[in-house]
């Protein structure tokens, strides 16, 4: 009842059924069972191409974009009217103070520069 069960090695079972012309086939190569059915052939089906203009596909591709775009767009939590407000009102005045700080970072580098060449 505690004894385990091995599987058996089947790759031994292979060498052991392989015939005098297969033993000097390379051994990388796949061995073959004796007795082991044939593989289906696949018949060879060429895709058709398709009749619809490029210009017709391109269009189809535009629409079902556009489809997907509307539909994220209903997915997404807009700001409310003040939040977007407030947030203009922050962007508005950092943009101000950087620029004055530049402004006079500028004007101080320019009266520097002017002073050592006069």
Do not use: C, H
């Amino acid at each position: 009842m505690g004894r385990l069960l091995r599987k058996k090695d089947s790759t031994k079972k292979i060498r052991k059924t392989q015939s005098a012309d297969e033993v000097g086939r390379d051994q990388n190569s796949p061995a073959v069972q004796v007795g082991a059915p044939p593989a289906a052939k696949k018949s060879y089906t060429p895709a058709s191409k398709p009749t619809v203009a490029k210009e017709k596909n391109i269009i189809d591709k535009s629409i079902q974009f556009l489809r997907e775009v509307k539909v994220e767009l209903k997915k997404v939590t807009w700001p409310s009217k003040k939040q977007t407000m407030g947030s203009t009102v922050v962007v508005l005045v950092i943009v101000t103070i950087i620029s004055l700080f530049l402004g006079v970072v500028d004007a101080g580098l320019s009266g520097l520069i002017r002073a050592v060449l006069q």
